[in-house]
């Protein structure tokens, strides 16, 4: 019964059941050194998960002490004593359904390099929580890093016995049989690697890699593009983690639209195609961070009509009498409002400092005898949770319809569509928008009470001088090089999010110091379908598209990078945004099963 359960939790991604050890579990071998499972859950969650202890026996019994654990999740969302596994465990957090801080991408890529390079036994375990988006992101981003093309495992060990079996009846048929070494039972004791082997392993000075399942390219064939291995690498990653679909097209196995736009920003870096001013050398003189301003974000959405606005209508009131926010008025001019966020700022640079520091010859590789900088230690980076046990992405600044001619309709009654222009806010302002979200109530309720109703700080909309009108019309500042969320609400709902990083979306180079005062700053649209925006269930399927003006502002420029939002309260840490019960209403706006509920509160978390 239990494992009809986590076969159902499981849903469309492979598993993996051994008959002699009598376990089944949420587990691939993505290569023959890449493993991607589920998390290994204790207690209740075990009865649905892969049971701990089940992981532990799978994993010992086929690689002894050759294993070691990445994992992706943060403390708020899940954890584990390490010592269970022997402390072979490396943690490397960020929230559930988001982008990762880009810094982390060559951190972890760079340690399963230095693990696996030391032994051809060696197997690199990867697990967020579902064991699909965050773990496939992190094992693409390995992958993308090796010299030769990685392909499906070669060996007996990283298959059931009914796929091994399946593979050799394949071979038999095929015209010139492959020949596919299969004498790999079980790991020789004299090549397992011992607990005092594995303590110093991260600090060596370099090790020679060993042969993997990596493909060499043909002699004369010209080397693939970043482009052409990015689409090899997560077509393996689908191919793997995900069901064979008997007459259906497979589902993605890195799926959420930013995770794999973070997949293509690293495949730029590591091609020498990013941007110059991203990551530059090691050795190159420290420059001011270019930034962008962001001026406009504009959705167009079809014409909300019929059931589900009725839903949405009702699901906005009843958040109101809940007291979780304001009921949003249809017709109101601010009903469509968006967000920006980002990771915490000294998280961000605490991890460019750590990627400078381990950053060997390329991008891809770690430098020996780098797991120290100073008195800190890269393993014990996350061990304390100060990263990870609250919120990790901050608000600092919000957009919305101002004035009359922010909302333009278009179309005829057979097909209408309306457009929302939104604006950066001043505070003053996203107090009067919070106002226009009400439904009604006593005109004397202020602008600090309806904040917290919407669960905002109140000094969100109670400093009602802090950004003046003139800065409100040019823009909000943000770094260029860092991640940026913008996340789309309809009153209390939230219609979805993207996360991007805005300098590889602009003409380049950026400004430099000196640039003409009279020459107009270059601008660019970012333009974004609805399958390009995260999670656009419910009201957001009326999405159509979104497009976000940027300029660059010239070294001379005053004005700084929007802060992230003021920490006067715990409410404000935790950016005063929508969450909780209002959190689940776009999947039950959607008629969505209660798994699409659970996944839409989950993303909304952070």
Partial sequence: MTDYVRRLVSGNKARFKDKKLDVELDLVYLTDQVIIMGYPASGMEGLYRNPKEDVKKFLEHRHGKNYWIFNFCPLRENSYDATYFDNRVSRYPFPDHHSPPLAIMPLVAREMRAWLDGSKDRVAVLHCKAGKGRSGTMACTYLLTLQKEPTAPELERSYTAKQWAKL?????????PEDIDSDTGGVSE????????????????????????????????????FSDSLKGVLDLHTARRMKPADGKKVKQGVSIPSQRRWLYYWALLLSNEAPKHMWPPLGAPEAAPPRVRLTEVRIRMNEETGVKLTVARAANALLDRAGVGSAARN???????????RYDDDFVKKLEDWERHTRGNSLGERRGGSAHMGEEELQALFADGRWDQGKMVRSFARLGVMGEDGIAKAGDEKERTTTYALRPLTDASWGQVLEGLKEGGDASDSAAATATHADVPGS????????????????????????????LY????????????PTFHMPQPPPGVGSPKDITPSRTTMHLTRKELDFPIGIGEHVLDVEIDMEWLRPEDAEAVQPPAREDSQEAVEAGEPA????QMPAVVAGRTVKDVVEAKEASDD
Avoid at 168 to 176: A, E, G
């Fill in 190 to 225: 004299s090549r397992l690697a011992t607990p005092s082997d594995v303590k110093d392993w991260s600090s060596s000075e370099g090790s020679t890699p060993t042969p993997n399942s990596d493909k060499s390219p043909e002699p004369g064939e010209p080397p693939k593009s």
């Fill in 331 to 341: 017709g109101s001019r601010g009903q469509v409002w968006a967000s920006l966020a």
């Fill in 490 to 501: 309809m009153g209390q709902i939230f219609m979805g999010w993207s996360w991007f990083v």
């Fill in 168 to 176: 050799r009846v394949d071979d038999t048929m095929d015209v010139v």
């Fill in 460 to 487: 969100e909309a109670n400093s009602m001088l802090d950004v003046t009108a003139g800065a409100r019309e040019r823009g909000v500042v943000v770094d260029a090089g860092r991640e940026v969320r913008v996340k």
């Fill in 580 to 583: 909780g019960l209002a959190a």
